[in-house]
């Protein structure tokens, strides 16, 4: 009985251990980004407007589709002879 609550303990020690050494970790590859503002000295600005653009391409050449279907319509009725 005794073995398995020092087991236990041990158990419970060990990933307390392991939780706090693997936060230890995360912290230190934690790392603030750093900004260098002397950089940028002026920004541009341009108006824009909302427009629609014509699009058109021009090209030669064959067109042929992939799927052949087939257009029928049904009607109702009967067919006439013709009368000579």
Not at 5 to 30: A, E, R, T
């Amino acid at each position: 009985m005794r073995k398995s609550l020092v087991s236990i303990g041990f158990g419970l020690l060990l990933l307390i251990v392991g939780i706090y050494v693997s936060n230890l970790i995360i912290d230190l590859n934690k790392t603030e980004p750093t900004y260098n503002n002397n950089s940028l000295t002026s920004v541009y600005v341009e108006a824009v407007k909302n427009v629609s653009n014509k699009i058109e391409i021009e090209r030669n050449g064959k067109l042929k589709s992939s799927n052949r279907i087939s257009i029928i319509s049904e009607v109702q009725g009967t067919k006439k002879k013709k009368q000579r």
